[in-house]
């Protein structure tokens, strides 16, 4: 199958420009666009076949429900069952934005979109072209991140190039994305809801809102723990993970980036491919031809944002082993944490 990749100015665009995106979510295809948080692999959510479709051209486990995308309130009523107060406070804060939450789902909603479960995942993306799109073509659209399974979420179109070049119809290039990582999901099904997967949203935030609220435990775990099985059947998988050998390394920066040094030279010693993920403060202190900066330690948002750019580049550059700095678990951080976590295997050091 051709892929036709269509640039589109977020900024600017006219609805026309997307009438051939519509057209063929309309007609059961699949199409990826960007979003605030990802690029999306969308395609209609009312429909068994174009979710097949989508699993398929991801190469996902069949048991990982989907995400459905809606771009105005009154949609919400049309997939979810039933609408709590919460609910109802949540949108308001955080519609639309980087928030998924999870309801019992109608009938109209088939079991292949949300992986066999009966509740459905559902959000309202900011992007302009999202939004456009899901007005546009008049459907609701389920969309995972347009990335292959296993590998990192794209953050920018390129991205979703590399992985899905030939197995859908369309990729619209909104250039790279705001945030960075997914959205934060969280569980209204329960009588206090639960996150199941950190996001930009994070914890403090959604209690401002609704007062209480928990967190999965399996997100907060310092290592996968075989009695905690996570909420979100995605969460369960060994997302983000470059190819190579990652290990966090954890502590005092000084005392890190000595550590990260010496590691460095004992795997160049051995004519291992090896490479650092720094930030703009401490590059210029490793003995490494490969160290590359994530974003600024004063600004969580940029760590964020050139998180999955840069695991990307890893495997590019056929990194063997890859030393980690680590960020603080507060804010932002504990999803920038929960993801690099991953994409390490849990594999961290303490010095
Ligand atoms: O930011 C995002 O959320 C991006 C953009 C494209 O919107 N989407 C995204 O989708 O990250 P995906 O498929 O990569 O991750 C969806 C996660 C998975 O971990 C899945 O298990 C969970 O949401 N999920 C979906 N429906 C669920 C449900 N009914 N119950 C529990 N978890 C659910
Ligand atoms: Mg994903």
Redesign the pocket.
Known sequence: METVVKKIDPEYFQDIELQKACQILQTGGLVAFP?E?????GGNALSAEASDKIYHAKG?PSD????V?IADMEDLYDVALSVNKKTLELAKAFWPG?L?M?FP?KENVPLST??G?N???V?M?SHPVARALIRCSKVYIA?????RSGRP?PTRAEHVIEDMDGRIDMILDGGPVGIG???T?I?MTEEIPVI??P?YITEDMVKGVIGSVLTDPAIVAVSPDKNIVA?????KYRHYAPRGQMTIVEGDLAAVTEKINVLVKEQEKEQKKTAVIATEESKERYNCSRVYSIGSRKSEGSIAAGLYDILRQMDAIGAEYIYAESFAEDTLGQAIMNRMLKAAGYHRIKV
């Open positions: 979003t948080t990802v690029y999306g692999l996902r990982n429900p989907l995400i995308h980087p998924t999870i789902k949300t992986g479960l509740t459905v995942a959000r993306p969309a995972p991140s347009a990335n979420s990582i997914e959205s999901i569980d199941l997967r996001g909420k979100a059947p995605g969460m």
